[in-house]
């Protein structure tokens, strides 16, 4: 006879022999003790998960002689015949070579004939998301009101392709991915089958090369064997997958810790020349880096827990690098998982992706804190020196007075420039008004400006708001002068509607009208300033007055004081 695949010897004939699926299983065997089992099913899940196996092992469960129950009993004509595929009645149809209309209409045609040797008549459809939209179309009426003696079982890696009105015309199971441990237990049961001898770190290297997959698991254990004979070590796995060993992956950790940038290029260099993928080789380490991170938060998980068998440095490993360290490798080494596919020249993307790794900070804890411990020194240096230069230009200040008086000049000029650009003023009234403003009308309009403020509230509230920002420095001439310190407060003040409610109040409370006129406080101190030094250098008098030039105080405005000299 023929040799036979690992995976077609030891295909499950039950459900107790699918592994690592007991949520399905438990349920079908009830629906099957119980006869409800549906007209339809959908299972779903990654390859090598037992989806066409558990489609097999139902349909014998359905026609068995002995049944329907929960378990075939893999010994009457009809159980034998489905195991073998001579049983016309079980249809495995494989959709993806089989994907057209055509075919679908004559699976509809044929589905009303009556099983001719078995029970029910089953159709597996498999890798039915591969079936074209009008071939879903010609099924969905038979999917959905199929004859009693008809049941479909559609198999797929990607439900996501399937449309919604197959998926809810069928009752969907969800095959998960096989832990390590489960396949691990399924492995020694197969060795001591063949009487093979395997070490625990082949198991589980094969397990977490395969990915979850029980098939590929199978297939390399039977790659393996052919290459090894009897006794399976683990460097046998490496030599037949191509993998890179945990102890190369350890020593390039362990190097990467020490940032020894040549040691790392050694050991990159020893592995490509050993016939390694460059590409598989970072996927290795980016996955050592990853399990590194897993076991440092939750060292109890069951998948790290291959990790640990036959590698000492491991625990070591986990415990010398910080959370952020391995965060910033895993980034890293991604990033160039991503650049390699798009180079021309791989290595050397690869190459510079290592030596970017010894770049990361804070990959251990005491240097961490000698950083920490010197960056406080540092900062407590910086402010030694500045309270030491603070303290010079206290002395330098007090010594020499007169650098305050040369400087006022500059700041007014400053203060000039600092002005909001968008105040404009009536100055020629308001130093008319500040020349004939006398202290005690100053006094008696200050006496009544609270007055003032409640009877504008008392008109309009937001008027009254507005105005609390300001304060009356100088009435007379007909007019009042108001200072405001926010510019905002004095633009709305000044709006015709808002001036005619404070001027009509003015008029009740003074007893005749006043004009309003408002500025901002650094504006009425220079106004201030140059009406009293005006007032002291003029002789007393009316006839001898002058009258203000235009010209002259808009060159003042523009330039300043200290800057014009008038030459008669």
């Known amino acids: 006879m023929a040799y036979r695949a690992l995976y077609r010897v030891f295909r499950p004939q039950t459900f107790q022999d699918v592994v690592g699926q007991e949520h399905i299983t438990k349920t079908l065997q009830n629906a099957l003790r119980e006869q409800r089992f549906s007209h339809a099913y959908l299972f779903s899940g990654p390859r090598g998960t037992g989806k066409t196996s558990a489609a097999k092992i139902l349909a014998k469960a359905v026609n068995c002689q002995q049944g329907p129950a929960p378990e075939p009993c893999n010994e009457c004509a009809a159980c034998k015949g489905i195991t073998e595929g001579s049983v016309v009645d079980v249809i495995e149809i494989d959709a993806a070579s089989n994907r057209g209309v055509e075919e679908i209409r004559d699976v509809r045609d044929k589905v009303k004939y009556a099983p001719s040797e078995v029970r029910f008549k089953v159709y597996i459809i498999d890798e039915v998301h591969m079936l074209t939209t009008e071939a879903f179309n010609a099924l969905l009426k038979t999917l959905e009101e199929p004859p009693g003696h008809v049941i ?77 004979g009897n006794k399976v070590e683990v460097d046998d796995v490496i030599l037949v997958t191509g993998v890179v060993s945990q102890s190369v992956l350890a020593e390039v950790t362990e190097l990467v810790r020490q940032k020894n940038a040549s040691g790392l290029l050694e050991v990159l260099q020893r592995v490509i020349s050993e016939g390694k993928n460059s590409e598989q080789f970072l996927n290795d380490l980016l996955m050592y880096f990853r399990d590194l991170l897993l076991y440092k938060t939750a060292p109890k998980l069951d998948e790290l827990q291959h990790r640990l068998m036959g590698d000492d440095q491991f625990h070591g490993l986990s415990q010398s690098f910080t959370h952020p360290f391995l965060y910033s490798i895993i980034e890293k080494l991604s990033k160039v998982s991503q650049d ?229």
């Open 340 to 568: 390699m596919k798009w180079a021309s020249h791989p290595k050397i993307v690869l190459e510079m992706g290592l030596i970017r790794l010894l770049e990361s900070e804070g990959n251990s804890e005491q240097p961490k804190e000698a950083a920490t411990n010197a960056s406080v020194e540092d900062l407590l240096q910086r402010i030694n020196q500045l309270e030491q230069r603070l303290n010079q230009v206290g002395q330098v200040a007090v010594s020499t007075p007169a650098a305050e008086v040369m400087e006022t000049p500059r700041k007014e000029a400053m203060r000039r420039v600092g002005m909001p650009s968008t105040v404009r003023i009536s100055e020629n009234r308001i130093r008319e008004v500040a020349a004939g403003s006398e202290p005690e009308g100053l006094r008696k309009i200050t006496g009544l400006w609270s007055d003032v403020l409640n009877r504008i509230k008392k008109k309009k509230i937001q008027v009254h708001a507005w105005l609390l920002d300001g304060v009356p420095v100088a009435v007379g001439s007909g007019g009042l002068v108001v200072s405001f310190k926010s510019a905002i407060h004095r633009e709305t003040t000044e709006k015709p509607q808002h001036r005619q409610i404070i001027e009509e109040v003015l008029q009740s409370v003074w007893g005749q009208r006043l004009d309003l006129l408002t500025l901002m406080e650094n504006q009425w101190q220079e106004i201030e300033a140059t009406t009293r030094s005006t007032g002291a250098s003029e002789p007393q008098g009316e006839e001898n007055k002058e009258e203000s030039d235009p010209f002259l105080d808009e060159a003042i405005k523009l330039v300043g004081e200290h800057l014009i000299h008038i030459k008669d």
């Open 152 to 228: 479909f079982i559609l198999a797929t890696t990607e439900p996501h392709r399937l449309p919604a009105t197959i998926i809810s015309r069928c009752q969907r199971f969800d095959f998960r991915s096989i832990s390590a441990k489960a396949m691990m237990d399924r492995l020694r049961y197969i060795a001591a089958t063949e009487n093979v001898e395997i070490s625990d770190q082949a198991l589980a290297l094969m397990s977490r090369v395969s990915e979850g997959g029980m098939r590929d698991v199978l297939s390399l254990f039977d790659q393996v064997l052919s290459y090894s």
